[in-house]
C-alpha cells in the first residue's frame, strides 16, 4: 500500500500547472539521473557466483538517445560504483558518468558549470534520500511512481511509471514536448 501522504503530494505534484512545469522543462540542457530505483527497479540480483546483475529498461536507454539527438547533455550519478553502470553508460553514450559519488548536488554543480549552464538548466531524477539535496536545487526534478515519501513530496513531477519501468522516458518525453522535438 502507498503511504498516504506520498498518493496526496503525487495527486498535487501532478496536478501543477502544466504550463509552469513546461516553461521549466523548456530550458532543460543537462539531463541527470540516479540508477538504483530510477533506471533500475531498486532490485539488487545475486548469482551464487558473486555476480551482481541489474535490469535497465530499453524504453529508458531509448530516452537518453533522444535527449542527446536533441543536442541534450546526459548524465548518470550514482552512489554505487560498478562495471555494469559503466558499461549501461558505454552503450548508451552518455557523456557524463559520475560514479561513487557521496555529494551528488556538488557533482551536478560541477557539470553545470563545466558545460556553461546553471542549475536551473539542470533536470535530475532520483528515489531516495541521497538524491534529495540535489532534486531540491535543479531546474526540474522528478521521481519514480515508486521513490520514497520524501522524495515524492520533494520534486516538481512524480512520474506515473515506477523506477526501471519506463519513468525516465517519461520525463524524457515531457522535455522533449516542452522543446518541441519530435522523436526521429
Not at 530510477?38 to 551464487?48: F, H, I, N, P
Not at 538524491?131 to 520514497?148: F, I, Q
Not at 522524495?151 to 520525463?171: F, L
Amino acid at each position: 500500500m502507498k503511504h498516504p501522504m506520498a498518493q496526496r503530494t503525487a495527486i498535487k505534484k501532478t496536478a501543477r500547472p502544466r504550463r509552469v512545469l513546461r516553461k521549466l522543462l523548456g530550458q532543460i540542457r543537462l539531463f541527470a539521473t540516479d540508477v538504483d530505483g530510477v533506471l533500475t527497479d531498486a532490485g539488487m540480483y545475486y548469482a551464487e557466483s558473486g555476480d551482481e546483475w541489474k535490469k535497465f529498461n530499453t524504453h529508458d536507454g531509448m530516452g537518453i538517445k533522444l535527449l542527446q539527438r536533441a543536442g541534450i547533455i546526459t548524465a548518470i550519478v550514482t552512489q554505487e560504483r560498478t562495471k555494469l553502470v559503466a558499461r549501461r553508460a558505454e552503450k548508451l553514450a552518455i557523456p557524463e558518468l559520475h560514479q561513487g559519488v557521496m555529494d551528488k548536488l556538488s557533482c551536478v554543480r560541477e557539470m553545470a558549470a563545466r558545460h556553461g549552464l546553471t542549475l536551473s538548466q539542470v533536470a535530475y531524477i532520483g528515489d531516495d534520500i541521497n538524491d534529495l539535496e540535489t532534486l531540491k536545487a535543479v531546474g526540474v526534478s522528478a521521481s519514480p511512481a515508486d521513490g520514497m515519501p520524501l522524495i515524492t513530496a520533494a520534486v516538481d513531477y512524480v512520474c506515473q511509471k515506477k523506477g526501471g519501468e519506463g519513468a525516465v522516458r517519461e520525463i524524457v518525453e515531457m522535455i522533449l514536448e516542452a522543446q518541441g522535438h519530435r522523436p526521429r
